[in-house]
């Protein structure tokens, strides 16, 4: 009894759910003898085509949010991983404490000082000391936070806003500080030839070539800046000049033999050369690199 | 052999964009069976298209972000013109309009490198077309906002928005914080004295989460979480229309035929449609007194359900997040602080229409971004989006700089 009487509700559920889609039947194939005379969807062709597209829409709604969360994942995973290839990637140089050698990687611009939120810390400095900032074809724009500071820019007292490029020692209360670009390179020539013999030094030692850097044209249209610098060198940048290697106490001197990291030769050895083919980079397929090949900073890869 | 370039996630989601586009658009043809009707079917997909696919053709954009922004505008139009086709036609032009307007924003930023010229002309023109509608405006609303000129009905506080944008990006980047209160605070004054209170909220809001952005200080976010505490309660003790609907926020239904009346409509709607909706052509939301503007969402909800509508939000987010990660990755603090402001203003506002729309926060007039109808909404949330795009360019230009240089030196 109660099985029939179950089976009859269903056929009559079942019945006025499926009346629409009788009518539409009806509708589209002119069963109902209308002669066809209008074109458009009857009104319940209409809500049951409507109804039915409901999931539809729900369903392509619950694609497109996965797909653009998956497609935003997708990317930040590749974000990361060219970070990861690309560790100099935002950063226009870095900044070497002298006394330990110790370097802080120098974003485009930012805050030197003792705050947390400053980008280059250092502790006992005022919470914001200096700010920077690379202007291109100038240099970095250094602006003291407090006019009653005792920053020195190459021995100059830093009373407001001055430029700084490639090898500019700053000092601060406790620090002696040396700047190291690997961008700017298109700075104006100048007086002093410290920088360019750096320069020079780096190019010939098939690290850059500053033509890359800088085009011809706008090598030539560059303003001439005066810093303080280049009025009157310093002891050190004379020193500087004549012996640019040995005085570049700066730069990362290497570790003493018995403690350097044993390298495997793999280049001296003919067997390896399969391997060193897999190594060597090729031009159109480069674009991507692979997890093998993380990199190490620029910077350093200049002192090999 | 795989083919990567089919596989691609932006391949896969434009397609299906496209998709929804056009069984949207053609149920809807099939319903009124017009020559228009057809016209969208094919009109609307293709400049989803063109503007998804070309433009990151033209110069490096961030093609998930453009695929969000089109399919929420392509959404709009769609929804417009359900409810009132002419209207629909009209937001589908400024859906063309705002795509040009946005490629020109993303060009300002993209060769824009020396902003201080133009930053006192353009906080000069932004106070004058924000003073234009206490001079010749029209009220709506409760508001004095919309002003007409030669014909052509705007919103200046609209436009302001993306003046706002670059004004504090680039004052805050030059730690000008007083110069960057100072604009903003004479923006809300004009908007407090044009009692135009909800693009007041976000006006306030973008520029206290710019200046933490900036100076990572807790203490302007304190004060200025205390300001927007005691500026609620001078604006609720000021106006009357602002006791009203903090009123029909807490019990809409105390006066449900009258200053509650839009409300209770709205929360009807949204009930009706339940998890699934009522099926597009079939919503009954007309009886909502500003269902193309301020109660958009409502009608989606009607007519595609409770499922889409979250799906809807869930898109809203995931721009947002895109446009965090945008501001991240910006080398540079001008473009960060324009990023995060764009990706602030979106979200704010977003924020505060639909959760006025659910009764989660008193209702205020802003529009839906992308969404509601109206020429000033879209085409200025296009060119904020521009201005994010423009950022995002500048973004990617720095990476592939990078990797040509990391090349250059594998080759040395």
Redesign the interface.
Known sequence: MDCCLRMQTAIFYVSIRLQPCFCCIYDIMDLNGNGGSE???SADA??L???G??????L??????L??????W???RS?LH?LR??P???YIGEIVNLDTGVTQAL????VMGSG??CDIRFKGLRRREL?Y?LR?GKGILLTPSHENNQILMEDVPLSRHDYALHGTRLSFPGYSLRMRLFEGFDIPKREVTSMQEDAGYLQSS????LE?YASESSYQQMPMIPPAMASRPTQDQVQQAEDPIGQMTWVYASPPADQQPDIPQLWADASNDDVNEAFI?Q?PE??R?TESHV?RR?SQ?HEK | MKNSTARHPANLLISTIMLFLFSAFLLLALKDFEARGFLMVLLVPLIFFVATVFIPRLFPADQLLLCLINFLCALGVLVLYRMNPKQGLDQAVNYGIGVFAMILCILFVRFIRHWKPMIMILALASLLLMALPLLFGVERNGARAWVTLLGLGFQPSELVKVALLIIEAYLLSQRKIVWAGSFAGLCLLLLMLQKDLGTALIYYGVTLIMVFAATRSYLYLGLGAIGAAAGGVLGYNMYSHVKVRVRIWIDPWYDYSGAGYQIVQSLIAMVNGGVWGLGLGLGNAYEIPAFTTDFVFSIILNEFGLIFGVFVVLIYVLLFLRSIAVAMRSGSRVNTLLALGASALIALQTFVIIGGNIKLIPLTGVTLPFISYGGSSLISSLCIMGLLQGVASINEDEVKVDQALARAEDFA
């Open positions: 074109e458009r969807l209409f809500e085509v409507s109804l597209t409901r999931y539809w829409f729900v392509l709604g619950l694609i497109i949010v797909r653009a969360a998956r497609w935003a997708h990317d930040h974000y060219t290839s690309l100099d990637a935002g974003p485009r611009e930012g947390k939120a700010l900032e291109e098939g690290d850059f070539n890359d980079p031009a480069a674009e690199i990199r620029r890869r």
